[in-house]
């Protein structure tokens, strides 16, 4: 069983920074693409940051310049690096990965979405 667990969130003032970690564990051949989430009570679900599977990184422009997503491939691991933050960061964070659980020649990659449990944000004086 495949699963994702974050760390890192917590109440931060006005401008202040966190690190956000999330670690994919469990049984798959590669990731193809991984990021962060957050959902504010009452709003949708929206992308922060991610990697594509490219490799590109995507950013939401009211995170641009503020926040930094980077990985470690051999710790299956993302982080985003939150600076500069503003009361309207302050949602439920989520890890979100699209992982290869199979591969054969004849049928190709199995992909396998995968949601961490969300770690709480909050930025307030």
């Not at 490799?55 to 939401?60: S, V």
Request: aromatic share 12%; with cysteine; glycine share 12%.
């Amino acid at each position: 069983q495949v699963q994702l667990v974050e760390s890192g969130g917590g109440l931060v003032q006005p401008g202040g920074s966190l690190r956000l970690s999330c670690a994919a564990s469990g049984s798959f051949f590669s990731i193809n693409t991984m990021g962060w989430y957050r959902q504010a009570p009452g709003k949708q679900r929206e992308l922060v940051a991610g990697f594509t599977s490219l490799g590109e990184i995507d950013y939401r422009d009211s995170v641009k310049g503020r926040f930094t997503i980077s990985r470690d491939n051999a710790k299956n691991t993302v982080y985003l690096q939150m600076n500069s933050l503003k009361p309207e960061d302050t949602a439920v964070y989520y890890c979100n990965a699209d992982l290869v659980t199979e591969y054969n020649d004849y049928d190709g990659p199995t992909y396998l979405e995968v949601w961490g449990q969300g770690t709480l944000v909050t930025v307030s004086t």
